[in-house]
């Protein structure tokens, strides 16, 4: 029977060096996902702040 440990996961944290490389590489590619949504939320927020302004200073010049 083939042994489990390349399925082996990490609970929590940082993977270590007793860990598999595809561990690491998925932890990697896990963390480069979350960053990046990061940055499409802040681009997301300034946009609809911006967006906000416009709206409100329009608003105030139609009064």
Known sequence: MATQAHLK???RGRPTG???????WRYLR???RLSGRAWVA???????????LFVV????LGH
């Open 9 to 11: 996961r990490v609970v």
């Open 18 to 24: 007793a860990d598999t490389l595809s561990v690491r």
């Open 30 to 32: 896990h963390r480069r």
């Open 42 to 52: 802040s681009w997301v927020t300034v946009a609809t702040v911006l967006g906000w």
């Open 57 to 60: 200073g329009m608003a105030g």
